[in-house]
């Protein structure tokens, strides 16, 4: 009775340690050599458009997103490492998310832990910013441009004056 109450009910800091996971914005999966997702948390079913519960047993790897020609493969995917990938959604739609993978052991198991972040927000203001500095060096340049004309257009005013003073004279 007691002792299975005791196994059943979190130990002091495993339910701050889930109150954590439940809240964090960045999504945090685990899974096994098999690729099958064994947990989840909230953000992680936000960013891939999953109900809860719903991506427990799925392939992780069907979470990213390679390009037709791509030579990626999954065990490419899999390494522990950090980088930007092409993540996929339920819905088949796919964005930009940066990719931290890596190993712990649990007992005898060794378990994958992905964390994953979409990047969209972050690409699009990326894109402006290029965009903007495009356009800064496009204005310096016509502004150097009309410079330079303007330059020019004091030369020939000046000769021409000189030329219709002299013309006026003779």
Do not use: C
Request: glycine fraction near 10%; hydrophobic fraction near 40%.
């Amino acid at each position: 009775g007691a002792r299975r109450q005791a196994e059943a009910s979190p130990r002091p800091g495993e339910e701050s340690l889930r109150t954590i996971l439940d809240h964090v914005p960045d999504g945090i999966l685990t899974f096994g050599e098999s690729d099958a997702i064994e947990s989840i948390n909230p953000a992680a079913e936000r960013i891939f458009g999953y109900a809860p519960g719903e991506a427990i047993g799925r392939s992780f790897s069907d979470l990213i997103a390679r390009s037709p020609g791509s030579l990626t493969p999954t065990s490419e995917v899999l390494r522990p490492s950090s980088r930007e990938v092409v993540g996929r959604r339920a819905d088949g739609s796919t964005f930009p998310m940066d990719l931290a993978v890596s190993t712990m052991q649990a007992g005898d198991r060794w378990r994958l832990i992905a964390i994953v972040r979409d990047v969209t927000e972050r690409k699009r203001l990326e894109e402006q910013l290029v965009h903007a500095r495009r356009t800064e060096s496009l204005g310096r340049l016509a502004g150097g441009i009309a410079h330079d004309f303007n330059n020019l257009l004091g030369v020939i005013l000046s000769y021409t004056g000189l030329a219709l003073r002299d013309a006026l004279e003779s």
